[in-house]
Structures are given as C-alpha cells and as structure tokens.
C-alpha cells in the first residue's frame, strides 16, 4: 500500500495550490480519505476528510471557504484543492486513509506561504 502525495510548494499569501494523493494498493472509495498537516512545533491536526459512500465533506474551521476536498475514483487519487493561502497554512500537508483498523498515511507535501 503506498499514497503519495505531491503539488506542494511555495507560494505568496493569497495563492492557490492543489494537492494530489494518488494510492496504489487501496482502493479510495473503500476508506475515509482525509488531509492532515502539521506545523514545525505544532501537533498534526485534521485539514478536510470525505466519507466512502455520498461523498460527504468535513472541514477544519481555519480552512472552511478556502479549501475543497474532493476524489476521483477512477484515478484512485485524493485532491485538495488550497485558495485564499495564508502564512498559517504553512505546513507538511499529509494524506491519510481509513478503513475500521486499516490506516494509511502518505510521506507528506512541504506547503510554504510567503511572500
């Protein structure tokens, strides 16, 4: 099982990015899919997650309105797709999968805002 993630970068305060996580070894549309991201000095804290069936969405409160999860199932690969960038979003941004007792997560994408 492997997810990995990229698109990550620098960016200016205001920009956008979007993420990818593209799995080998899970199917996405089994597992909860979620990102997650954690900053130097700071605990990982969830970003955005969407359910197996219906596709529903959840959101940590600093990003609602900015940022959009999304997946495509027949390229097995999780999006999340980053606007209105902020300094505090500066973080290593990882992918992760659910399934009862069956976790997975990605290596991680640097995601730096800066002017």
């Known amino acids: 099982v492997q997810l990995v993630e990229s698109g990550g970068g620098l960016v200016q305060p205001g920009g956008s990015l979007r993420l990818s996580c593209a799995a080998s070894?899970?199917?996405?549309?089994?597992?909860?899919t979620s990102w997650y991201r954690q900053a130097p000095g700071k605990e990982r804290e969830l970003v955005a997650s969407i359910v197996r069936v219906g596709g529903a969405t959840n959101y940590a409160d600093s990003v609602k309105g900015r940022f959009t999860i999304s997946r495509d199932n027949a390229k097995n690969t999780v999006y999340l797709q980053m606007n209105s960038l902020k300094s505090e979003d500066t973080a290593m941004y990882y992918c992760?999968?659910?399934?009862?007792?069956?976790?997975?997560w990605g290596q991680g994408t640097q995601v730096t805002v800066s002017s």
């Open positions: 070894g899970v199917t996405f549309s089994s597992y909860v």
């Open positions: 992760y999968a659910n399934y009862g007792v069956r976790t997975y």
